[in-house]
């Protein structure tokens, strides 16, 4: 026995199976820390390909990647939104990461820099951000630049991916940090349950909590009407 907490009305064989499970997670939870570590023990990767230039659909302006970073945070994170130059219709999955993200936007933006990059013209990318109540999110437009291609947001036939890319600045260096290269990994759910993106996106974690699981044949939609 772990605790002593009970639940009302739980059997025995309940409580036998979910103190194994309690084990599993506590388990989980320490190596989740020690992947954590890892990650922050990284060396220091590549210098980015270039000074990518992207538009800032809601200032109409053009930034730089190294401008991206605010003044006093060396931490950059880029989330590749799948919103194509050619696309009419964005990805439903990653628009329901956004509309959490949104939300988060403020509080990230306090400790680290966090934008969104899609190749989606500035405009359309401003029309969906706005109908979807999207104010908080730093939406940059790459349909000028080359940075989904070479970063593996992109495929060669054009095709969009969802890949987060960390970056980090150090004595005034950019250096590329991590890349959710998972997404790359095996994964035999793949393409309905990818868990590139668990990290941030809290609905597949809620699923699991529940009986019903993340399974079963549920994907996102743009709305539910």
Do not use: C, R, T
């Given at each position: 026995m772990t605790h002593a907490k009970r639940w009302p009305n739980e059997t025995d064989d309940y409580r036998v199976a979910r103190e194994a499970l309690l084990a599993a997670e506590v388990a989980l939870r320490a190596q989740t820390e020690e992947v954590a570590q890892m990650r922050a023990n990284l060396p220091a990767g590549g210098a980015p390909k270039e000074d990518y230039v992207f538009v800032d659909a809601r200032r109409g302006a053009e930034v730089r990647l190294s401008e991206l970073f605010a003044p006093g945070k060396d931490s950059l994170v880029l989330y590749g939104f799948m919103f194509g130059r050619a696309q009419t219709s964005p990805c439903p999955a990653c628009t329901s990461l956004l509309d959490?993200?949104?939300?988060?936007s403020p509080h990230l933006n306090d400790k680290i820099s966090f934008a969104v990059v899609a190749a989606a013209e500035p405009a359309v990318l401003l029309d969906y951000a706005n109908e979807r109540g999207?104010?908080?999110l730093r939406l940059l437009s790459s349909a000028g630049n080359s940075y989904n291609r070479d970063y593996g947001a992109e495929t060669d036939e054009g095709a969009q991916l969802p890949m987060m890319h960390s970056w980090a600045r150090k004595d005034g260096e950019i250096r590329h940090f991590w890349a959710s290269e998972l997404l790359f990994g095996p994964d035999p759910d793949w393409p309905h349950h990818p868990r590139h993106g668990d990290a941030i996106w809290p609905l597949w974690n809620m699923f699991d909590l529940t009986a019903d699981t993340r399974y079963g044949g549920w994907f996102?939609?743009?709305?539910?009407d």
């Open positions: 959490g993200l949104n939300g988060s999207w104010g908080n996102p939609k743009l709305s539910y």
